[in-house]
């Protein structure tokens, strides 16, 4: 903004007379640009539904707020660079740095309320006031003017816990909250500092899940999570259709990280063969849903068993392989040709099959029963021959 009628006098009287003048200036200025902006505010909140104004207004509005911006901005004078310093300085000085107004992402706020645009937060930071990117762009002088002064500042993590607390977020959001985590944090030591900042953000993070088929949606605090699923493993066979631990993050999450990198930033470790096995197996679990009840249906306990074989020799440890027979061994959990589903001890390999009505292994998906499947039907207890006994029972 140019003011011509200031020039430089000799004459002292004269000299701060125009001062005055230019303080004047400043102060008409500020009430302008803010006049115009609480209008433009005003404009912004008349316009919004649910999700804010539509785009085409929002466009408008925010063109106007840039406008008005470049308009207020002080070049440097001539042939005194002193009047656009003492006029800059007066058009902040009339009123509170806090309140000076800015358009926004959400609207005109206070400069206190805004922040710097950054990409790293732009996927998950949805109701923070953030200048928009045009707005940086379009009036870069009085943005760095904000700037020096220490008005604008740039997003911290006090933002983000904020943010955090008062809205749960979506799995895209919450994906992109966990890849700024992991970038930023994943390969710090794990210092008593990070463990704090870590734990804040693990209890402010709420995760909203919608289920497709069922059009539930569900609640899950980040702090609850222990575990997650290695998706990206060659070998994963664990039925994603199937019942998964409460505690384990969902897996339309997890697929979108790195599980080295999750497991290395986040308190959580990959669930193993073993701790699914449990979980499947508890009676809360079967209960909840017959096609998932490995002692009735005999096609999941198929699925289940295969899953297993895939495992059994290439990556299980003695340890886990024993953990895993505690927990399937007595347990009905054997599909037969027609006896439905029968404990290990209770059912024959086809080559034991001496009488017609033994419940002898068959699989419903046509499955061969050789190598780790075998091998794992045998640890578990499945009969390779008929007891004596059984002749004359």
């Known amino acids: 903004m140019k003011f011509a009628l200031f020039r430089e006098d000799t004459d002292k009287g004269s000299a701060v007379w125009n001062q005055e003048l230019i303080f004047v200036g400043g102060w008409l200025s500020r009430a302008t640009y803010d006049l115009e902006l609480a209008d433009i505010g005003a404009q912004w909140t008349k ?24 308009f207020f901005t002080f070049h440097r004078s001539t042939p005194s660079q002193q009047v656009s310093q003492l006029l800059l300085d007066s058009f902040f000085s009339c009123g509170k740095n806090t309140d000076f107004l800015l358009i926004t992402t959400m609207g005109v706020r206070k400069v206190s309320e805004i922040r710097r645009p950054d990409a790293k937060f732009a996927g998950f930071l949805k109701v923070l006031p953030v200048l928009p990117d045009d707005v940086v762009t379009s009036a870069p002088i009085m943005i760095s003017a904000l700037e020096s002064r220490g008005m604008l500042k740039n997003i911290i993590f006090d933002d983000v816990l904020n943010e955090l607390r008062n809205r749960p977020l979506p799995e895209d959001e919450m994906v992109a909250c966990l890849k700024w985590w992991i970038t930023t944090y994943g390969d710090s030591s794990p210092s008593r500092e990070l463990l704090v900042i870590r734990k804040e953000l693990l209890d402010a993070a709420i995760l909203i899940r919608s289920h497709s088929i069922s059009g539930k949606t569900s609640v899950i605090p980040l702090s609850t999570i222990k575990t997650f699923l290695n998706t990206k493993s060659s070998n994963m066979s664990i039925p994603l259709d199937g019942p998964l631990p409460d505690d384990m993050l ?29 979980y499947i197996c508890r009676e809360d679990v079967c209960a909840n849903d017959a096609k998932f009840d490995i002692s009735k249906s005999i096609q999941w306990a198929d699925r289940v068993l295969i899953a297993l074989s895939k495992h059994w020799m290439a990556s299980l440890s003695k340890e886990q392989k024993t953990e895993i027979v505690a927990d399937l061994l007595g347990r009905t959990c054997i599909p037969t040709r027609s006896h439905g589903v029968r404990k290990p001890q209770d059912a024959y390999f086809q080559n034991a099959a001496l009488f017609p009505d033994l419940p002898v292994i068959t699989f419903p998906s046509g499955t061969a029963i050789k190598g780790p499947l075998e091998k794992l039907l045998i640890d578990v207890g499945v009969r390779k021959h008929v007891e004596l006994y059984v002749y004359f029972c």
């Open 250 to 278: 969902p897996v339309s999450v997890t697929k979108e990280l790195t599980p080295h990198s999750l497991a290395k930033a986040m308190p959580w470790e990959e669930l193993t063969i073993p701790q699914w096995v449990r």
């Open 47 to 70: 316009a919004s539904g649910p999700e804010g104004p539509s785009s085409e207004v929002r466009s408008k509005l925010i063109e106007r707020a840039i406008h008005t911006l470049r």
